[in-house]
């Protein structure tokens, strides 16, 4: 081969390289394609975000247990609610709104918004999705999206922070007790409410080791009469004592009772 025809098979070799190596580069096969698709995009834009929305804050309305978060708020809050968490949704899916709503940890501090609270909402929101048709994977996304945001959210109460202390001895967490304090004797007072009027009241209190109920306090109030009544009430609770590793232990209950329209608790 002479060195000019050597030269010529080589810029040959290359030129057909150059052609053929992106077909095998993930990376620059990708770069073709653009940037993939956004959740947002994916999920079919805007209307099924506000369908999913609308879908998820229904099915929170018809819940009794999430009842004594719609209180006391006129039509126009509850919609203006309902605009910020779509936008939110939709800005943090990659479309094309800008969320001007509260940060989520002053618009949700002092709620008082339990795990328990957090994973059936969580239930309604898979249900949602899945009612508009999201798919398994985006539905993922938009599930670990959402889950991003509970630190926020969710609020243990103060009082249940590991190692708090009733009398000197450490109280436990429903959560972490082997058998949970068993009521023997209890009794819910029957507040006097307007026929539709529906009230919520989260309790929380220590079931000491000889199964009486320890400084029972308000964590969301209901109105000062029912909160009263219903404290004056647990007060007089009695219990088979929560255990851990076969040992009486005091534990902290946190409770959400609910009144009227026929409630039952
Ligand atoms: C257990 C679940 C939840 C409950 C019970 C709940 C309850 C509430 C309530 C009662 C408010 C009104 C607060 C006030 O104005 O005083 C609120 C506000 C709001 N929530 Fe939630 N929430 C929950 C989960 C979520 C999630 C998962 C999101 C986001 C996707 C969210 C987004 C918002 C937004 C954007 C606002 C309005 C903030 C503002 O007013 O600027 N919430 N929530």
Redesign the pocket.
């Given at each position: 081969m002479s060195s000019l025809s050597g030269l010529r098979w080589l810029v040959a070799r290359a030129v057909v390289l150059v052609a053929v190596l992106p077909l095998f580069s993930p990376v620059l096969a990708q770069e073709k394609a653009g940037p993939s698709k956004t959740l947002y995009a994916r999920m079919g834009g805007y209307d099924v975000i506000a369908a999913v929305?609308d879908d998820f804050l229904s099915q929170?309305a018809a819940d009794p247990a999430?009842r004594r978060?719609?209180q006391g708020?006129s039509q126009n809050?509850l919609v203006?609610?309902r605009q910020?968490?779509v936008?939110?949704?939709c800005q943090?899916s990659g479309g094309p709104c800008l969320?001007i709503?509260?940060d989520?940890k002053p618009?949700?501090g002092g709620?008082a918004?339990t795990d328990a609270?957090?994973e059936?909402?969580e239930k309604k929101?898979i249900a949602s999705l899945q009612k508009s048709k999201v798919g398994e994977v985006d539905r993922q996304e938009f599930m670990a999206m959402?889950n991003k945001?509970?630190p926020d959210?969710?609020e243990p109460p103060a009082p249940q922070a590991p190692g708090a202390t009733y009398d000197g001895s450490r109280v436990y967490a429903e959560s972490e007790v082997d058998k949970s304090p068993l009521l023997v004797t209890h009794e819910l007072p029957k507040p006097n409410l307007r026929p539709s009027q529906v009230v919520s009241v989260t309790v929380s209190w220590v079931v000491t080791v000889e199964g009486s109920v320890h400084d029972p306090s308000i964590v969301a109030s209901a109105s000062p009469e029912v909160d009263v009544l219903v404290v004056e009430a647990i007060r007089t609770w009695r219990y088979a004592p929560g255990e851990k590793d076969g040992k009486a232990v005091p534990v902290r209950i946190l409770r959400t009772y609910t009144f009227g329209s026929g409630t039952k608790n």
């Open positions: 929305v929170l999430f978060f719609g708020r809050t203006k609610g910020l968490i936008d939110q949704i943090l969320y709503g509260r989520m618009s949700h709620l918004i609270e957090w059936s909402s929101m959402i945001l509970k959210i969710v």
